[in-house]
């Protein structure tokens, strides 16, 4: 069994309710949205064929807890719930960020899904998996990432969509395109509708040159 992986490196979570801490990242190749606001369109198809066990003992060696698997779109891949099984199996903590249109059932609930619901400006919002809320536990996330003030107008109303259907999760992220939406003023929209999300910053686009890869 094998897969097509784009890069393995060591960095900073720079995202989600783990952000600031040391985390592994097997970034995997392939995606079936386009989003207008991609950073890793290098993910589309550059990539070389690993074994699954090859990938494992890579992360293995970094000797790091925390494992993030991604894209690209990681769930594109029929064998990325089997990666993702053998990394909790060997007692990592597994992330998985997913951009909403798959179904995350496929992957062991001991897993972290992250997933992306996506706002009009992406192009994509049409793509979004509505069933995927009704399979959400406590410890996934959701992810908004917004453009402007449509976007957060829209996300809002999700929100508020997301509490009547009473989702397990309470962890909802607001999240500004990088250098198009300023984060002081989605803040002020947040503060000023007192939206039940957290703002969430790309923590290593601010450490580190935003279009650098393997951070």
């Not at 053998?86 to 972290?112: A, F, M, P």
């Not at 049409?126 to 536990?137: K, S």
Request: a negative charge.
């Amino acid at each position: 069994m094998a897969l097509l992986v784009n890069e393995i490196f060591y960095s900073i979570q720079g995202e989600s309710s783990y952000a600031g801490r040391p985390c592994v990242f097997v970034r995997l190749t392939g995606c079936n949205l386009r989003c207008s606001y991609c950073d890793t369109r290098y993910a589309y198809e550059d990539g070389c064929k690993m074994a699954i066990d090859e990938v494992v003992s890579a992360v293995m060696r970094i000797r790091c807890p925390l494992v993030e698997v991604t894209g690209g779109e990681p769930l594109i891949q029929k064998e990325t719930p089997v990666l993702i099984q053998k990394l909790l199996d060997r007692n990592c903590q597994v992330l998985l960020e997913t951009n909403g249109s798959w179904d995350i059932g496929i992957i062991n609930e001991r897993c972290v899904r992250i997933v992306d619901i996506k706002c009009p400006s992406s192009g994509e919002h049409n793509q979004n998996t509505w069933e995927n809320m009704n399979r959400l536990t406590a410890q996934d996330e959701v992810k908004f990432v917004m453009a402007d003030r449509a976007d957060y107008e829209y996300a809002k109303n999700v929100v508020k969509y997301l509490r009547q259907m009473q989702v397990k999760t309470e962890i909802l992220h607001f999240s500004p395109v990088f250098g198009q939406l300023d984060p002081r003023e989605l803040a002020s929209w947040m503060l000023e509708d007192r939206v039940t999300a957290r703002l969430q910053l790309q923590l290593h686009k601010i450490i580190w040159d935003p279009d650098q890869r393997g951070i």
